[in-house]
C-alpha cells in the first residue's frame, strides 16, 4: 500500500499544472496548420509599416469577432485586441503578436514576394516583412481559433494582442508595445507571453533565456565642436575629427575595462561619422551617432554613465566641446526566473527535451520588454531554419534575402496555447 501511495503521488506531482487540454490543442494545431500557412503568406505578400498596418488589422479583427470575442481597435494607432473569457474563474493570460514589417526591398522569389512599397522617412522604399511578423500574427490568429474553441474548459480567460510599430517608427516619440502599456492595455492581465520566430535555429525548437534575454537598445547622438582651420596649419586648429577619432577609441574601453562581461554582454557602437566638406579643410564640427545595447537596468546606467564622462573629457583634453545625447528606445527583455522555471516543463512537453535550448544574451531588441515591465511576461524565440541549415550562412533578420521554414508553424501555435492554459492550471 505505501509504494502505491508513493507511486500516486509521484504520478500526482508530475501531473501538477499540466493542462488536460493539452491533447486538443495538439489535435486543432494539425487540424489549422494549413490556414495559419495560408494567413502568413497573405500578409507577407502584402505587408505594411508600422502604424500603418491597416488591412492587416482589419482581418486580425474580423478574425477575432468572428470567434465571439470583444474586440477593440486602433489601440496604440492600429493595434487589435481581443478578450476571450471563459466560463470557469482564473487568471488573465495575455498573448501578443507584432504586425509591422520593414522598409527593406525582397529578393526572394517567391509565389506570395511582398508586392507592396511605401515611403519611409522621405524615400521611396519596398516593404517587406523581414522579421518574421507575418508568422506571429498567423500564428496567434491560430491560437485564437484553437483557444475560442474550448472557451468552456478555460479556467480563465485569454488577452490576444496584435501589436503595432515594434519595429518603430521615425516620426512619433512613443509607439508599439510602450503606447499600448500607455493605453492601459496590460491592466488586467496577470502574465504575459509572445514569441519571435528565429532565423537561426532549426525549425522544430524553441529557444529561450531566464533572466536578461534580449537586449536594451539606445541612440547616441555626438557633436564635437573644435575650431576650424586650413589643413595646411592644423596647429591654428581644434581639430574635431582627431578629436572625435580618440573619442571612438576611449568607447572602446567601455566594454574591455568597465563592463563585467563575465555576466552580460555590452555593445556601443559608432555607426556613422560625418565632418567637413573639403580636403584641405579642418572643420568646425564633427558629428557621429551609434547605437547602444546593455542588459538590465544597472549596466545600462554604467554604459551611459562612461559613454559620456569618455566623450566629454576627451574632447576637453583638446580644447574642444563635445554634446552627447542618448536616447533610450526599449529596455532589456528580462524573463523572471521564477516564470521561467515555471514554464520550462511546458516547453520540453511541447517541443520535446531535445528541441528545447538554452541561449547566450542576444544582442538584438524587442519592445515586449514593455510589457514585462507591467506583469510577469515570458518571451522565447521560435525556430524557423529549414532542417539542417548553417545559421551562419542562412540569412538573417532584417535582410532582403531573409526567409522563413513555415513547417515550425504549428509549434508555435501550439507553444503559445499551452502556455497559456499551463498557466491558468498553475495559477
Given amino acids: 500500500m505505501k509504494k502505491i ?48 498596418e491597416f488591412r492587416t488589422a482589419k482581418i486580425v479583427a474580423e478574425h477575432l469577432r468572428s470567434l465571439g470575442m470583444e474586440v477593440t481597435e486602433e489601440v496604440a494607432v492600429t493595434g487589435v485586441v481581443g478578450v476571450l473569457r471563459g466560463v470557469k474563474p482564473g487568471p488573465m493570460v495575455a498573448l501578443r503578436a507584432d504586425m509591422d514589417a520593414l522598409p527593406v526591398t525582397e529578393r526572394n522569389d517567391l509565389p506570395f514576394k511582398s ?3 511605401a515611403v519611409y522617412n522621405g524615400q ?16 496567434l490568429m491560430g491560437v485564437a481559433e484553437i483557444m475560442a474553441s474550448m472557451k ?10 496584435f501589436q503595432p510599430a515594434e519595429e518603430g517608427v521615425y516620426d512619433a516619440d512613443i509607439a508599439g508595445a ?18 519571435h520566430i528565429w532565423a537561426q535555429i532549426e525549425a522544430g525548437k524553441i529557444g529561450y533565456r531566464s533572466g536578461p534575454f534580449l537586449a536594451a537598445v539606445d541612440n547616441l547622438e555626438v557633436t564635437i565642436t573644435g ?10 586648429s581644434v581639430d ?119 541561449m547566450p544574451p542576444v544582442t538584438g531588441a524587442e519592445d515586449f520588454s514593455f510589457f514585462q515591465r507591467e506583469k510577469p511576461g515570458f518571451f522565447i524565440f521560435l525556430g524557423g531554419m529549414k532542417k539542417g541549415g548553417d545559421p551562419l550562412t542562412t540569412p538573417s533578420h532584417h535582410t532582403p534575402d531573409f526567409f522563413i521554414e513555415e513547417s515550425g508553424f504549428k509549434l508555435g501555435v ?9 498557466y491558468m492550471e498553475k495559477n
Fill in 5 to 52: 501511495l508513493i507511486l500516486l503521488c509521484f504520478v500526482g506531482s508530475i501531473a501538477y499544472g499540466q493542462s488536460p487540454l493539452r491533447s486538443q490543442i495538439d489535435q486543432k494545431a494539425t487540424e489549422i496548420e494549413s490556414k495559419v500557412i495560408e494567413w502568413r503568406r497573405d500578409f507577407h505578400k502584402y505587408p505594411e509599416l508600422g502604424n500603418q
Fill in 115 to 117: 508586392v507592396n512599397t
Fill in 124 to 139: 521611396e522604399t519596398g516593404v517587406m516583412h523581414a522579421c518574421g511578423h507575418d508568422s506571429h500574427v498567423a500564428i
Fill in 152 to 161: 468552456d474548459q478555460l479556467k480563465g480567460s485569454v488577452k490576444f494582442i
Fill in 178 to 195: 510602450e503606447l499600448m502599456v500607455k493605453e492601459g492595455v496590460m491592466e488586467d492581465v496577470d502574465a504575459i507571453f509572445g514569441l
Fill in 227 to 236: 575650431t576650424q582651420a586650413h589643413g595646411a596649419a592644423p596647429w591654428s
Fill in 240 to 358: 574635431p575629427i582627431v578629436t572625435s577619432a580618440q573619442a571612438i577609441m576611449g568607447l572602446q574601453t567601455i566594454l574591455s575595462r568597465n563592463v563585467n562581461i563575465t555576466e552580460n554582454p555590452a555593445v556601443v557602437t559608432v555607426g556613422a561619422i560625418h565632418g567637413g566638406i573639403r580636403h584641405n579643410i579642418i572643420p568646425e564640427k564633427v558629428e557621429m551617432i551609434g547605437t547602444i545595447r546593455t542588459f538590465g537596468d544597472e549596466q545600462q546606467t554604467l554604459v551611459h554613465k562612461r559613454i559620456t564622462e569618455i566623450i566629454t573629457n576627451i574632447a576637453e583634453s583638446a580644447g574642444a566641446k563635445a554634446d552627447v545625447n542618448i536616447g533610450k528606445l526599449y529596455p532589456s527583455t528580462v524573463n523572471p526566473p521564477e516564470l521561467t522555471a515555471q514554464m520550462l516543463p511546458t516547453m520540453d512537453a511541447v517541443a520535446g527535451t531535445g528541441n528545447v535550448i538554452a
Fill in 414 to 422: 501550439r507553444a503559445l496555447s499551452y502556455f497559456a492554459v499551463d
